[in-house]
Structures are given as structure tokens and as C-alpha cells.
């Protein structure tokens, strides 16, 4: 397990343990440094978060986020809301920040600052995704002081690049052996209630504790 598991509660990383094993495999194009790992620590402060004025911008036509879990719980809804905002933005070029309200406040510099990083570096690459994204197979493993823990698969296997300035799309994001992964996270209520992602780590669907996900 990565080393920001040891921020997690006992019983929290006891499930995580049993959720998923190995390294974090980075999801960038071209084999960038970001990698999948995000874990909460106790906000000091709550950082606020203000909704956009306007409506957030259409993902492309050419693109497709899908979310598909085996549970109906608010925490697993809560983290497809999640999913599918925080892929808007990487397909936007972060012109949509809604994801930044389902990340809780407090996280360490691999948790809030993770998911825009990602954001961040397709559009410094000058990239954005095309294709399918599939996040599927969701449903809660496990709970322990009012936080849950939801395991599932993810697939970029029908995900490609397709370059901002040129147009030329490949396909070689979708084609590597991390492309298809299982996926870990843990949820947490925030100041109103609702759900929030505080933990979030990934290994490849090669690894035998994510043969599932194959």
C-alpha cells in the first residue's frame, strides 16, 4: 500500500488493505508524473468553495464519461457526481471547477491538489481526452467512524488524446497495462451533510488484488 494510507484511520486502512494492494499508476497522457493517490488529514479551516455564475461548459461531443456502480448508496452516487465532474474538467481544460466541491477541505497536497494537477497537466500538455471513460462495478466494501469506504473498476481502454492546437487524436492513453484498474475511495460527510471524496488510491487490474477489474 502507498505510503498516504498511514493518514487514514486504523479501521479505514484495515478495509483498504483488504480493498486493494500494490503501487499507484499514473493516468496522465505520455507517462506524466501524476499519479492516483489522494488521502484527507483534519481540516484546520474549510476552504470555501463558490459555485460557478454561469453553466459549467459542455463536455465535447467526441467524449464520453460513464459511471456505472453496483450500488445505490448516496456515497457511491456521491462519488459518480465526483467522477463525472472532475472528467468535465480535464475534457475543459479546468474551465469547469464543480469537482473542487465533492474533494473535502483539509486534504493533503496529493488529495485536493492531486485532482487538479491532473486537471492541470492535460491542459499544459496541450491535451484533452476523447473516447469512453468508464468508472464501473461501485459499491461500499466496508465503514468505520462515519466514513465509507467504496471500491470499484475504472476503464480507459476506449479512451484516446486528442491534441488542442492540431486535432490529431491517438489512442495509445487507452492501450496501456494500467488502462484498466480498481479503484479505492473513501468518503466522508462534509460541513453539509453530504458526501465528500477524502481518500482515493488505484492499482492496476494485473495486480492479483485487482483481478476483478480485468
Same mark, same amino acid.
Given at each position: 500500500?502507498?505510503?498516504? !494510507?498511514?493518514?487514514? *484511520?486504523?479501521?479505514? !486502512?484495515? !478495509? ?7 503501487? #499507484?499508476? @499514473? ?7 501524476? @499519479? ?5 488529514? #483534519? /481540516?484546520?479551516?474549510? #476552504? ?6 454561469? /453553466? *459549467? ?5 467526441? %467524449? &464520453?464519461?460513464?459511471?456505472? /456502480? ?11 457526481? %465526483?467522477? +463525472? ?10 474551465? =469547469?471547477? &464543480? ?9 493533503? *497536497?496529493?488529495?485536493?491538489?492531486? %485532482? ?11 491535451? &484533452?481526452?476523447?473516447?469512453?471513460? @468508464?468508472?464501473? &462495478?461501485?459499491?461500499? %466494501? ?6 465509507? !469506504?467504496?471500491?470499484?473498476?475504472? =476503464?480507459?481502454?476506449?479512451?484516446? @488524446? ?14 496501456? +497495462?494500467?488502462?484498466?484498474? +480498481? ?20 492499482? /492496476?487490474?494485473? =495486480? #492479483? ?6
Amino acid at each position: 500500500m502507498t505510503q498516504h !494510507l498511514r493518514l487514514l *484511520p486504523a479501521a479505514i !486502512l484495515v !478495509l483498504a488493505t483488504a480493498a486493494c494492494g500494490g503501487a #499507484p499508476e @499514473t493516468f496522465r497522457p505520455q507517462g506524466a508524473v501524476a @499519479t492516483r493517490a489522494a488521502a484527507a488529514t #483534519p /481540516p484546520a479551516t474549510a #476552504p470555501q468553495v463558490s459555485e460557478p455564475a454561469s /453553466p *459549467p461548459p459542455a463536455v465535447p461531443g467526441d %467524449f &464520453r464519461i460513464v459511471y456505472r /456502480p453496483t450500488g445505490g448508496t448516496a456515497a457511491v452516487r456521491a462519488f459518480g457526481e %465526483f467522477w +463525472k465532474a472532475w472528467w468535465t474538467a480535464v475534457a475543459t481544460q479546468g474551465q =469547469d471547477t &464543480r469537482y473542487r466541491n465533492y474533494v473535502a477541505p483539509g486534504t493533503t *497536497p496529493q488529495g485536493t491538489g492531486f %485532482f487538479t494537477e491532473v486537471v492541470d497537466g492535460w491542459a499544459r500538455d496541450g491535451l &484533452r481526452p476523447t473516447g469512453v471513460i @468508464t468508472a464501473h &462495478r461501485f459499491r461500499v %466494501f466496508g465503514s468505520s467512524g462515519g466514513r465509507v !469506504l467504496l471500491v470499484g473498476c475504472g =476503464d480507459e481502454t476506449r479512451t484516446g @488524446t486528442k491534441d488542442l492546437k492540431t486535432g490529431a487524436v491517438s489512442w495509445s492513453f487507452g492501450k496501456q +497495462k494500467s488502462s484498466r484498474y +480498481k479503484i479505492r475511495v473513501v468518503m466522508a460527510r462534509g460541513a453539509d451533510g453530504g458526501w465528500q471524496v477524502a481518500g482515493y488510491s488505484s492499482v /492496476p487490474a494485473a =495486480d #492479483p488484488m485487482a483481478r476483478e477489474c480485468r
